[in-house]
């Protein structure tokens, strides 16, 4: 194990003797380079507590004004972001470019690119490239990936945890009941927007050829539950039935989308559809979700009986845990998104686990956990809200006829359900995009039917999607009475 | 916000067309690229997951044997890197590199290198840098670097949560009654090694200038209390005063080695001592420990008691968490270690914390994140034991130079404290070297007058005193009685 920082303080071909100035100038402010005790965890130990006071602030005035506390995590993340980027401070300018971040850093790495290099090659020019590319070629820049990388990591983390804390309190054979009215729901809440997208490009830019608008019509599909997850607990309605209904729907969403997204991916680029492929990602999908609910019900009760008698200290919170990390890797093994395995596992262990095992609930020992870093995924979610991109008029009148179709198009899947329950809130609760949308405007760049215009007015429909969800949710469901 | 994940998958000249396989292979199988939902942080989950069953078990292993869980976990981490390791494992090869991994990107990404260039650079010739490259040169690469960067600044807040625990278990009016113990543990803890290693070297290298051989004496002057820390946890007897003196002396110990550091390297390239740096590294250092210790108990009530008002959810542990991280933020911009700021954040909180504020005490909120993150901090040490470093024999024989003046020159420390205590716990508590001698080895090789076999060597003499602790004191307690 060779550690040697000082290369790293030292260009090369400078003599030792000039390299003093720099061991000392680093001793005496040790967080600008590695001697002495800088460590790297400490520009983060600052970022997450700069996140948990934003949070809790915005959460607490959001409640003040009788809105769910995670509008004010979403809002405190978009305010701080956006003023960091016109103040022109790199970690904040890195944090708000999201994912992009990591596809810059993989490039630089394999292509032997410094990191402006590889900004240059990823985004097209303009002012928001220069800015990020001078944000990564200053001295901050290792900083800014590492802080980055690590919060956006764990937040990734926070999702999961939540996911798999609402299938905790998700009975299986309540989510049985709602199967058909969610299946309806996901049914229509792919086949509307589609159409509402396509008819919404099709008049705009009638000289486009089909397959463009095909492709645009499949973004607008995509359902990303953690908002409303999240929502539903802040208002203390997470037992209704509606609830229920929007996250079986979710579920059911998360398969039909890796279907569009093949079938659409396939007709663009050969033209055909491949039966084989479609069949495979399929039964894929359907052999997880279907396979690890049948067997984990077997299987994991009696683990959990073996595992007890080996006595070992805070068993249940981590069995609990792994349990859901693995269910959430195997999803994603299988195409789905972790928090789809997440969930699945919480209803899973719902069903028997607090039963099982003496002590606190797995609920009770999650909760602090829970309060740590659910709210670093949404305050990261919020710094990802570019503001600038509302101010060209070109983009902002493609993004209208996009966010109007697609929060039409999942409004009228809320009439899936029975019309004794809620259906605008159902409707509501399917409409933000979130980072699935965003995958698959990507994907259609990538293969050149998504151009930089159509792909700036998909990123504003997905924040406004996301930034509209708490309040109208919070409308919809005060007005209704819980049908439970 | 331009997503191109398709970019990453299509070399630079591909056509349209021949990148379709590309995409369905993608498809198909998620993990290997970025379409559909391969969700960066899915192998995380599966090596976390992984890290909790071999803590578990080989915690549960070594108590079974009546030795410190920690053990436990030092040796798995051990037993699993270097397995990987012999099988060109790429994930495992990577995190036993520990922290070199971090220089190598930098490196990479600041000078425009791939990650196997950068290896060469930093690393010299040998088998061990051929099969890093390797690994750094697969398709696995990235996801390795991700994996071991997220893992490692994860094991980094651990140690943090795991002395601020031990902080807020220990009473601030009981260690300043042991400071003159622990001022002389630490200062005869620091001259013995220091003079032993010197000698050492005098010995087995004559034709060596002095200056090499004062480097590596003051090298063996550093002490990394984790380790002890945790056995103290492990076996029940955090309370006792030999746990306090070592606790003050490795506080101290951190203020002394900031100072030898800047002496030796001042020594080493310029041959004299500038008296004005040296009294800044130590004011910063001094203002920092009684600065944030005075202020804080007489600032951390007062604004416990307004934020109280606010009635946030959590209050209790965001605001601990929080102020342990921020001392632990601001010990590192003095140039101290991050541990140190929250083993002083706990002192300041015991003291009045649990009274001001209802509901669960610190430490029991504190104690499902202890169990889940404290066993990564261990396993990840145990990972960077290199087992193939023990095979040479010429640096066998300084290894074991330095490991004698090392053990005995801390053994020699115990003698400061009163004959009343256990004064060979105290000694071998002092014993674990950890990351900061190795920090101080790195620097030595940066300035060339450590040589590659004395560093090997160094790094042999830190992984055996951290091994060697915990069944030692384990030994030592159970033969005295508590003196408390």
Redesign the interface.
């Known amino acids: 194990?060779?550690?040697?920082?000082?290369?790293?303080l030292?260009p090369?071909g400078t003599s030792?003797?000039s390299?003093?100035g720099t061991?000392?100038l680093s001793?005496?402010a040790?967080?600008a380079g590695?001697?002495?005790?800088?460590?790297?965890?400490?520009?983060?130990?600052?970022v997450?507590?700069l996140i948990?006071?934003g949070a809790?602030l915005g959460g607490?005035a959001m409640r003040w004004v009788g809105q769910p506390a995670v509008l004010g995590e979403l809002l405190v993340g978009m305010l701080i972001a956006n003023i960091g980027y016109a103040l022109h401070e790199p970690i904040l300018t890195v944090i708000r470019?999201?994912?992009?971040i990591?596809?810059i850093?993989?490039?630089?790495?394999?292509?032997?690119?410094?990191?402006p290099?590889a900004v240059h090659?990823?985004?097209?020019p303009g002012n928001n490239t220069e800015r990020l590319a001078a944000a990564l070629a200053g001295p901050m820049?290792?900083v800014a990936?590492?802080v980055y990388?690590?919060v956006?990591?764990l937040s990734?983390?926070a999702v999961?945890v939540l996911l798999f804390l609402v299938g905790l309190e998700t009975d299986i054979g309540e989510m049985k009941k709602v199967g058909w009215p969610s299946f309806l729901v996901a049914m229509v809440g792919v086949v509307a927007p589609f159409l509402l997208g396509l008819g919404a490009m099709a008049l705009l830019m009638p000289e486009a050829p089909l397959q463009k608008d095909i492709f645009i019509g499949a973004i607008l599909t995509a359902t990303s539950v953690g908002i409303t997850a999240r929502v539903f607990r802040d208002l203390r309605q997470a037992h209704r039935t509606e609830a229920r209904i929007i996250l079986g729907a979710a579920v059911i969403d998360?398969v039909l989308g890796?279907l569009i997204?093949?079938v659409v991916?396939?007709l663009v680029?050969?033209g055909t559809i491949?039966l084989v492929?479609i069949s495979?990602?399929t039964l894929k999908a359907v052999v997880f979700l279907v396979g690890s609910i049948s067997v984990g019900l077997w299987l994991a009760p009696r683990l959990v009986r073996r595992i007890a008698r080996?006595k070992?200290?805070?068993l249940k919170?981590?069995f609990g845990?792994?349990f859901a990390?693995?269910l959430?890797?195997l999803?994603?093994?299988s195409?789905?998104?972790?928090i789809i395995g997440a969930f699945a596992a919480g209803l899973i262990l719902e069903s028997f686990f607090d039963k099982e095992l003496e002590g606190h609930s797995l609920r009770d020992?999650l909760?602090?956990?829970e309060?740590?870093i659910v709210p670093v995924f949404f305050v990261l979610m919020g710094t990802?809200v570019?503001l600038e991109t509302f101010a060209d008029p070109k983009v902002t009148l493609i993004a209208v006829a996009l966010t109007v179709a697609a929060i039409a198009g999942k409004l009228v899947a809320g009439l899936g359900c029975s019309p004794k329950l809620d259906r605008l809130s159902v409707g509501i609760g399917m409409m933000p995009r979130g980072e699935?949308g965003?995958?698959f405007?990507?994907?259609g760049?990538?293969?050149?039917v998504v151009s930089?215009a159509v792909?700036s007015a998909v990123?504003i429909m997905v924040m406004v999607t996301t930034l509209l969800t708490p309040p109208l949710l919070k409308i919809t469901l005060a007005r209704s009475r819980p049908a439970a």
Do not use: C, Y
Not at 121 to 124: A, C, E, G, V
Not at 335 to 338: F, I, M, S, Y
Not at 445 to 448: A, P, Y
């Open positions: 194990m060779f550690i040697n920082p000082i290369s790293l030292i090369p030792l003797a390299g003093a061991i000392l001793i005496s040790p967080t590695l001697p002495g005790h800088a460590d790297p965890v400490a520009p983060i130990l600052l997450l507590v948990a006071i809790a607490k470019e999201g994912e992009t990591s596809q850093v993989t490039l630089a790495l394999q292509n032997a690119l410094t990191l290099e090659q990823i985004l097209p820049a290792p990936v590492s990388s690590f956006d990591l990734r983390i999961i998360d890796l997204l093949a991916s396939a680029v050969t491949s492929s495979w990602i080996l070992i200290e805070n919170l981590l845990l792994g990390f693995v959430a890797w999803a994603n093994l195409g789905l998104a972790t020992l909760s602090p956990i309060s740590l990802q570019k699935v965003l995958i405007a990507g994907i760049k990538g293969l050149g930089d792909f990123v």
